[in-house]
C-alpha cells in the first residue's frame, strides 16, 4: 500500500511539474508585429536583379518586452515566423512580375541575415505573397531599436511603374520571465 501511494504521489509531482513548466513556456513566448512600406522600382527587363532597402524599422521591443514581464536581456531567441507581403500600388498589380525573392535584416552592429525567401514565384500569383522564413536566430536584431530590410528580387516581367508594397511580420519571441 505504501509503494501504491509513493507511486501516486510522484505521479502527481511529474504531471504537475510538466503543467507547470509548459505554462511558464507559454507564459515566456510572445509575438513582436511589426509593418514597413516601401517602393519597388520600375523594371526595363526580364532576370534583372532588383536590390533595394526599406527605411528603418523601429522595433518598439522594449515596450513589448515589458508588457511580457521580461527584459532584453532575458530574450533567448526571436524568430520570424510570418512575413506577408501585399501590393498597395498601382491597383490590379500582382507579384507575377518578379521570379524569386528574398528578404535579409539588416543593423550595424550584426550586418545581414536571410529571414524570408521564395522561388519560382507563379504566373498567377495575386497581390499578396506569403515568404517562406528561415530559422535564422534574430534576437540581436530585435533587441535594438531599429532594423531595416534589404530586398533581393529577379524580375520575370517588365513594369513600367513603381510598386508600392507593404510588408507585415511576425517575430516569435522566447524569453524568460522576470
Known amino acids: 500500500m505504501r509503494n501504491i501511494f509513493l507511486i501516486s504521489i510522484t505521479a ?23 509593418s514597413a512600406e516601401f517602393t519597388v522600382p520600375s523594371a526595363s527587363g ?27 536581456n532575458l530574450v533567448e531567441n526571436v524568430n520570424l515566423t510570418d ?4 501590393i498597395t500600388s498601382p491597383d490590379g498589380r500582382t ?15 550584426e550586418g545581414s541575415t536571410l529571414i524570408a525567401e ?7 500569383v495575386g497581390s499578396v505573397l506569403d515568404l517562406q522564413t528561415t530559422e535564422a536566430n534574430l534576437d540581436e536584431y530585435i533587441k535594438e ?21 507593404s510588408a507585415e511580420m511576425i517575430f516569435e519571441v522566447k524569453a524568460k520571465i522576470l
Open 83 to 86: 512575413l506577408k507581403l501585399t
Open 118 to 124: 521564395i522561388q519560382d514565384i507563379p504566373d498567377n
Open 12 to 34: 502527481f509531482l511529474f504531471f504537475s511539474s510538466c503543467d507547470i513548466q509548459e505554462k511558464l513556456d507559454k507564459i515566456a513566448t510572445f509575438d513582436i508585429r511589426n
Open 145 to 165: 531599436d531599429s532594423y531595416s530590410l534589404q530586398f533581393e528580387a529577379v524580375t520575370d516581367e517588365t513594369t513600367n511603374s513603381e510598386t508600392d508594397i
Open 95 to 109: 507579384f507575377s512580375f518578379l521570379k524569386s525573392l528574398e528578404i535579409y535584416i539588416h543593423n550595424n552592429s
Open 46 to 72: 526580364i532576370n534583372i536583379p532588383l536590390d533595394f532597402p526599406t527605411p528603418d524599422i523601429n522595433t518598439s521591443s522594449e515596450q513589448s518586452f515589458e508588457n511580457n514581464n521580461t527584459s532584453a
